[in-house]
Nanobody
Framework: QLQLVESGGGLVQPGGSLRLSCVVS????????IGWFRQAPGKEREGVSI????????NYADSVKGRFAISRDNAQNMVYLQMNSLKPEDTAVYYC??????????????????WGQGTQVTVSS
């Protein structure tokens, strides 16, 4: 079973930036994709972004396109989520998760078998 640990959350003003990090404890990084998800109070968890480990291809939720950027460093088993132009509606607990299937869809949480504990992001003035 993979372990994932997020970090980098905190309090930021609207328009500010944060970078979240996720380290994956897998000797061979034997995953096909890493996704970032978030869950705000009273709302369902939603997919934010996903990146292919092998190709680096990415997808983003419409709500974050143009503001967030996902990247990975396979040598360090790290995945990042750079969040710019943050809005109050971005406030949520952010999770990273690993998918071990050939095809991974961030809209389908069942594709992701391992999850981090989450890191809180609060966007407020």
């Amino acid at each position: 079973q993979l372990q994932l640990v997020e970090s980098g959350g905190g309090l930021v003003q609207p328009g500010g930036s944060l970078r979240l990090s996720c380290v994956v404890s897998a000797p061979g990084f034997d995953t096909y994709a890493i996704g970032w998800f978030r869950q705000a109070p009273g709302k369902e968890r939603e997919g934010v972004s996903i990146i292919s480990v092998s190709t680096g291809s990415t997808n983003y939720a419409d709500s974050v396109k143009g503001r967030f950027a996902i990247s990975r460093d396979n040598a360090q088993n790290m995945v990042y989520l750079q969040m710019n132009s943050l809005k109050p509606e971005d406030t949520a607990v952010y999770y990273c998760a690993a998918c071990v299937h050939r095809f991974c869809v961030m809209e389908d949480e069942d594709d992701f078998s391992s999850w981090g504990q989450g890191t809180q992001v609060t966007v407020s003035s």
